[in-house]
């Protein structure tokens, strides 16, 4: 069983920083896809960033292109996501999710075997 856990989350002024961290128990096999989902209030789930395995090169949701940084560090488990130039519609709670997708793509969720509780990221003046 895998057991994902977020931490970061907090309040920013729009432009800020925050770096979100998502740590794994568990067993993660190098091929297991790791990927970012954040959900809006009153808004449906979306993708925001994944590796697609162990040597994968992140792939970011076009709006956070540039702003945002995902890397996996394989040795301890853990994904991270930097995020900086943050704005307010960047307001949502951010959930790191690990599967092993056989087929069908990467940016729906559905796909996604274990998720994280989340962790709340607010940017406002």
């Known amino acids: 069983q895998v057991q994902l856990e977020e931490s970061g989350g907090g309040l920013v002024r729009p432009g800020g920083s925050l770096r979100l961290s998502c740590a794994a128990s568990?067993?993660?096999?190098?091929?297991?896809?790791m990927a970012w989902f954040r959900q809006a209030p009153g808004k449906e789930r979306e993708f925001v960033a994944v590796v697609a395995d162990a040597g994968g090169v992140p792939f970011y949701e076009t709006s956070v292109k540039g702003r945002f940084t995902m890397s996996r560090d394989n040795v301890q488990n853990t994904i991270y996501l930097q995020m900086n130039s943050l704005k307010p519609e960047d307001t949502a709670t951010y959930y790191c999710?690990?599967?092993?997708?056989?087929?069908?793509?990467?940016?729906?969720?559905?796909?996604?075997?274990?998720w994280g509780q989340g962790t709340q990221v607010i940017v406002s003046s």
């Open positions: 568990g067993q993660i096999f190098g091929n297991y896809a």
């Open positions: 999710s690990a599967g092993y997708i056989v087929s069908g793509s990467y940016l729906e969720g559905s796909n996604y075997r274990y």
